[in-house]
């Protein structure tokens, strides 16, 4: 008898999800919205993840060419109590461009790609389906610019709801800073215009949780002048033993807090060196003032280190700064395809208030040197400055939108690849990776207020992942998405 009422559950299960995607088929069709579903012979590209460690099945992946069509979708959806998300550029490390777990209905947004770059107030009207170097190219043709990340193909949705940091935003901020409106598509299909006098709850939340909240198709940015020039240095060390190491990553905290521009962009690099003890070094950054200054900005921090092994110091115009650290992908995301990779990714953003101590960094170094040397992935550690002195990122009231870690002096980055780059992942890479940020965290202070980026997503922080990743914003965050989000329509793994 339990055989049997298991069967018919089973059984009644597939009659429902059959019935839901023909109702689905039927309701997308008749708004004319073009959709690929499981039973297409271009399913499996269409859901592919950018992470391939992520093999996701979504029941159908829609390109709705419209806000109304956006709007259709996610109604469709909604009123079948589907999961819907919305994908950009698909770009997110756990998959949730897909869902993150399987049966999603996914709204891609590839063919919302208008760019409307206003003179009069130097603002920009950008749809989501845009990717990175899309709108760098189309704002520099117009003498604009936005502070962004590196890689080009990532996707504007996602980067602008989750924070958005490059080399310029000591200057100017995160992408999301640059926000001052937004069209937004609610759960239950309604499209809504959000900024700081229209739903201004909406306008906070979509600045550092979008994606949990709603889909936004597009956003209003505040741009900026595209610098008259760009200074971008690439200082490598091939081999730096545990102490050299130790002191330069201490050297660049200290050097952070004395009087370096805001025009200056920087991160530090560390890989698998050549033996047990080394580590690979890198300094790379960019400078957005008079060149002929850079070397003087800089020498008090190479002054802690021996000479490099190269070093290479390029002067261009802003899009070729863009271009250099794009590379080896182009800008021009229509030239050549993405690309994809195999890998576990964590983030640990340190308080500038309480920077890392001196035990954390050796330990930190002495794991990298160590363990790093015999791990079997492919992994590179970045620390990227976001604050320091001038830094336009923590100058932002931490209240005045979603993102929730404003007192932050490097947003560190641990990014381990496959060995091939292709599946599977090896099960001891994620050991590996959480030793690292232990390495850290557990010779910290117990009360160390740090965070974690959304950016770089991670589906193994478990319990601890709503406060690393919103911090003192989960509360209200909850009854914003109570709100406007009910039956939790937008649901994805380490969401809202």
């Given at each position: 008898?339990?055989?049997?009422?298991?069967?018919?559950?089973?059984?009644?299960?597939?009659?429902?999800?059959?019935?839901?995607?023909?109702?689905?088929?039927?309701?997308?069709?008749?708004?004319?919205?073009?959709?690929?579903?499981?039973?297409?012979?271009?399913?499996?590209?269409?859901?592919?993840?950018?992470?391939?460690?992520?093999?996701?099945?979504?029941?159908?992946?829609?390109?709705?060419?419209?806000?109304a069509q956006v709007s259709s979708v996610v109604a469709a959806g909604a009123?079948?109590?589907?999961?819907?998300?919305?994908?950009?550029?698909?770009?997110?490390?756990?998959?949730?461009?897909?869902?993150?777990?399987?049966?999603?209905?996914?709204?891609?947004?590839?063919?919302?790609?208008?760019?409307?770059?206003?003179?009069?107030?130097?603002?920009?009207?950008?749809?989501?389906?845009?990717?990175?170097?899309?709108?760098?190219?189309?704002?520099?043709?117009?003498?604009?610019?936005?502070?962004?990340?590196?890689?080009?193909?990532?996707?504007?949705?996602?980067?602008?709801?989750?924070?958005?940091?490059?080399?310029?935003?000591?200057?100017?901020?995160?992408?999301?800073?640059?926000?001052?409106?937004?069209?937004?598509?609610?759960?239950?299909?309604?499209?809504?215009?959000?900024?700081?006098?229209?739903?201004?709850?909406?306008?906070?939340?979509?600045?550092?949780?979008?994606?949990?909240?709603?889909?936004?198709?597009?956003?209003?940015?505040?741009?900026?002048?595209?610098?008259?020039?760009?200074?971008?240095?690439?200082?490598?060390?091939?081999?730096?033993?545990?102490?050299?190491?130790?002191?330069?990553?201490?050297?660049?905290?200290?050097?952070?807090?004395?009087?370096?521009?805001?025009?200056?962009?920087?991160?530090?690099?560390?890989?698998?060196?050549?033996?047990?003890?080394?580590?690979?070094?890198?300094?790379?950054?960019?400078?957005?003032?008079?060149?002929?200054?850079?070397?003087?900005?800089?020498?008090?921090?190479?002054?802690?280190?021996?000479?490099?092994?190269?070093?290479?110091?390029?002067?261009?115009?802003?899009?070729?700064?863009?271009?250099?650290?794009?590379?080896?992908?182009?800008?021009?995301?229509?030239?050549?395809?993405?690309?994809?990779?195999?890998?576990?990714?964590?983030?640990?953003?340190?308080?500038?208030?309480?920077?890392?101590?001196?035990?954390?960094?050796?330990?930190?170094?002495?794991?990298?040197?160590?363990?790093?040397?015999?791990?079997?992935?492919?992994?590179?550690?970045?620390?990227?400055?976001?604050?320091?002195?001038?830094?336009?990122?923590?100058?932002?009231?931490?209240?005045?939108?979603?993102?929730?870690?404003?007192?932050?002096?490097?947003?560190?980055?641990?990014?381990?690849?496959?060995?091939?780059?292709?599946?599977?992942?090896?099960?001891?890479?994620?050991?590996?990776?959480?030793?690292?940020?232990?390495?850290?965290?557990?010779?910290?202070?117990?009360?160390?207020?740090?965070?974690?980026?959304?950016?770089?997503?991670?589906?193994?922080?478990?319990?601890?992942?709503?406060?690393?990743?919103?911090?003192?914003?989960?509360?209200?965050?909850?009854?914003?998405?109570?709100?406007?989000?009910?039956?939790?329509?937008?649901?994805?793994?380490?969401?809202?």
């Amino acid at each position: 008898m339990v055989l049997l009422s298991l069967l018919n559950i089973a059984a009644l299960s597939t009659c429902a999800a059959a019935q839901n995607l023909t109702v689905l088929q039927q309701t997308l069709s008749a708004h004319g919205v073009s959709a690929v579903y499981q039973k297409d012979k271009n399913y499996t590209t269409v859901s592919q993840a950018y992470n391939r460690r992520f093999t996701i099945s979504p029941l159908a992946v829609a390109f709705p060419t419209s806000v109304a069509q956006v709007s259709s979708v996610v109604a469709a959806g909604a009123a079948q109590n589907l999961e819907v998300v919305a994908r950009s550029g698909g770009h997110s490390y756990i998959a949730n461009g897909l869902g993150g777990t399987n049966g999603a209905l996914v709204v891609d947004l590839s063919k919302l790609k208008a760019i409307t770059v206003r003179p009069s107030n130097n603002t920009a009207l950008i749809e989501s389906g845009n990717r990175l170097g899309d709108v760098a190219l189309a704002l520099n043709a117009a003498g604009r610019a936005l502070p962004h990340g590196t890689c080009s193909y990532v996707g504007i949705g996602g980067h602008s709801g989750y924070g958005g940091f490059g080399f310029t935003s000591r200057a100017w901020g995160l992408t999301l800073d640059t926000v001052k409106s937004a069209t937004v598509v609610l759960a239950n299909g309604t499209v809504v215009a959000a900024s700081a006098n229209v739903n201004p709850d909406i306008f906070w939340a979509i600045r550092g949780a979008s994606p949990s909240v709603g889909i936004v198709t597009s956003i209003e940015v505040q741009t900026f002048k595209a610098p008259a020039s760009a200074t971008v240095f690439q200082y490598s060390w091939n081999s730096l033993s545990i102490a050299a190491a130790s002191t330069a990553i201490a050297a660049f905290q200290t050097y952070a807090t004395t009087k370096i521009p805001a025009e200056l962009g920087a991160e530090l690099t560390l890989s698998k060196g050549p033996s047990s003890g080394k580590v690979a070094f890198v300094f790379t950054g960019a400078y957005y003032g008079n060149s002929v200054a850079l070397n003087t900005i800089i020498a008090p921090y190479l002054k802690n280190l021996p000479k490099p092994t190269s070093n290479n110091t390029k002067v261009g115009t802003y899009i070729n700064s863009v271009s250099f650290f794009a590379g080896p992908q182009p800008v021009n995301t229509a030239s050549a395809p993405d690309v994809s990779d195999t890998f576990y990714t964590k983030s640990l953003m340190t308080p500038q208030s309480a920077p890392m101590s001196t035990a954390a960094i050796n330990a930190f170094t002495t794991y990298m040197a160590t363990q790093g040397f015999a791990s079997v992935t492919s992994w590179f550690v970045q620390l990227e400055l976001y604050g320091g002195t001038n830094s336009a990122i923590n100058t932002v009231p931490l209240d005045s939108t979603a993102f929730a870690k404003r007192d932050t002096l490097f947003t560190i980055q641990l990014y381990a690849s496959s060995a091939t780059g292709a599946p599977p992942y090896p099960a001891a890479g994620f050991a590996f990776m959480d030793g690292m940020v232990a390495s850290i965290v557990d010779n910290s202070p117990a009360n160390w207020n740090y965070g974690a980026y959304l950016n770089y997503i991670d589906d193994r922080l478990g319990v601890n992942a709503t406060n690393l990743y919103y911090g003192p914003h989960y509360a209200r965050l909850k009854s914003i998405k109570a709100r406007v989000d009910p039956k939790d329509i937008f649901r994805f793994p380490a969401g809202v």
